[in-house]
């Protein structure tokens, strides 16, 4: 999948604490399937799976849409049978994102009886 210079510019933030995650990475991801894109109208978020979780890497774009999008990550993840989603992200989402712990930079959502 190609990503376009508008969806790049919501992800590129994203991607500053990681040095060697490029856009041509993200792409070959998608493009392999390692990787999944899930889509606001102005947000975005690549998750891949990682053992029994389903791991945002990056996510960027309309805050309370990317509210909505972990939402739709989370239905993913019960549906096909992961234990928990994370999120590897700056603290900050800490103060908008229920349920979640912070483990170093890696925050973790139990789904536990298909709540979320």
Known sequence: MI???EMWSMLAPAT???ENIS?????GGLLSGE???FRGAHCLAVVCPYGGALRVGLAGGDLE???EVEQDIC???IENGFSSVEIIGRPGWEKVLDGY???AVLMR????HGLH
């Open 3 to 5: 990503i376009s210079d």
């Open 16 to 18: 500053e604490a990681y």
């Open 23 to 27: 856009r041509e990475d993200v792409e």
């Open 35 to 37: 990787y999944m894109l």
């Open 65 to 67: 849409e990317l509210l």
């Open 75 to 77: 239905s993913y993840a």
């Open 101 to 103: 712990t912070r483990t």
């Open 109 to 112: 959502k139990e789904l536990r």
